[in-house]
């Protein structure tokens, strides 16, 4: 038992400190939600590289992030089971994540529902195989979330993956570490776990490549076998750049619902630019578009423009082009662009109520024909 906190010795850069914020965002809107189904039993919660729990300061890792979002949610009758996996390698940092799930424990009350497994001394792939994959199977309806956030490229099969999204709910949030990827590449050693990692053999063409070219194809070839190879219906990446403005990782999200990747777009727009690191949206390397307190307008006006250009869609129409195909929120497009379109005279609203303020888009079965 622990009556102190636990923290590694890992410093908490700003980088990473942005990327648990984004994934305490998310999960503090996804498990309300989640929790208000009734057509499963149970909601399976997935961290396959979950470290310490603590870094060096005390600040959370992404256990105990989840953990606590778990905890905000307010419990009802007959709440369903919310079962937490966590993959941790090493004996010692599994150590430390125990005694500071204790920690919590002896701070909150967890109630029952929670269940709480720390697979130790296992890789991700293992505890997949031993225990994970078979509590998949038992509750195929469960809505999953996997956090896959490793250290380097290895241990993270697309294998995996591909299970993970074949099921009807599940979203996961992968860290892809661009910087070691792109360095150790072409090392010979390497080729089976790159091979693993892709889940094809076409990594290779990363050879004869260089600078831009050679990362836009990395970061490419992941995205299309995460919708090819796992079958996400919604795959974005966003990129993270440290000070010096190299890249240093891309997060993916992949997901089969329309909510799940409509709350991860939220959360990413929650983070702040920094001095320490800028993030932007990377799944369309020519439409990079930074997150900034006040969204770019104008990139989204030419995007929407460009999508729609002399065609008539209904505002239901726009908004599905915004939050499927685009770094945008549903709450950027109307006041923020449609109405500057049409006192532009660049669309034209068909049939407007008579009582229509101008530069409304209220009904989302309105027609809109852009110019
Ligand atoms: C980047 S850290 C995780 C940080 C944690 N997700 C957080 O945000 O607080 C990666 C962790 O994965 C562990 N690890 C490395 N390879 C692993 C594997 N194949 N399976 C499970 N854990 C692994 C490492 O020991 C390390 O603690």
């Not at 990139?299 to 209904?314: G, V």
Request: glycine letters at 4%; proline letters at 6%; one cysteine or more.
């Amino acid at each position: 038992m622990s009556d102190a906190l636990t923290a590694a010795s890992w410093p908490l850069e700003p980088h990473t400190a942005a990327k648990l914020k984004i994934l305490g965002a998310y999960l503090r809107a996804w498990f309300p939600i989640i929790a208000q189904g009734s057509s499963f039993d149970r909601i399976i919660y997935i961290d396959g590289f979950a470290g310490p729990g603590r870094y060096k300061k005390g600040e959370d890792g992404s256990p105990i992030i989840a953990l606590k979002a778990a905890l905000g949610v307010p419990p009802r009758e007959n709440q369903i089971p919310l079962e937490f996996h966590f993959v941790e390698r090493k004996r010692r940092v599994s150590a430390t994540l125990k005694a500071n799930i204790e920690y919590l424990k002896q701070h909150r009350k967890i109630p029952p529902h929670i269940e709480i497994h720390v697979h130790e001394r296992q890789t991700f792939a293992e505890a997949y195989e031993q225990h994970i994959r078979g509590r998949l199977l038992a509750h195929a309806r469960a809505p999953a979330f996997a956090l896959v956030d490793p250290f380097g490229w290895t241990g993270m099969p697309m294998q995996i993956l591909s299970e993970l999204m074949e099921r009807p709910s599940t979203e996961i949030l992968v860290n892809f570490m661009f910087e070691e990827i792109n360095r150790f590449i072409k090392h010979l050693q390497q080729e089976q776990n790159f091979d693993s990692l892709y889940g094809c053999p076409e990594w290779r063409r990363a050879f004869d490549l260089s600078g831009f070219d050679r990362k836009r194809f990395i970061h490419d070839l992941y995205g299309e076998q995460l919708r090819n190879a796992a079958g996400a219906r919604y795959v974005r990446s966003f990129e993270m750049r440290n000070s010096r403005n190299a890249t240093d990782y891309f997060l993916y999200f992949a997901s089969n619902n329309i909510l799940g990747l409509a709350k991860m777009k939220e959360a990413m727009w929650k983070i702040a630019p920094s001095g320490d690191f800028t993030f932007s949206d990377a799944t369309n390397f020519d439409q990079c578009v930074l997150f900034e307190p006040e969204p770019n307008r104008q990139m989204l006006r030419h995007l929407i423009a460009e999508r729609f250009a002399k065609q008539r869609a209904t505002v239901q129409q726009v908004e599905n082009f915004v939050v499927e195909e685009t770094p945008f929120l549903a709450t950027h497009y109307k006041k923020q662009v449609l109405k500057e379109m049409e006192a532009d005279q660049a669309l034209r609203y068909l049939d407007p109520p008579t009582n229509r303020p101008r530069g409304t888009f209220a009904s989302k079965s309105a027609v809109l024909e852009f110019l």
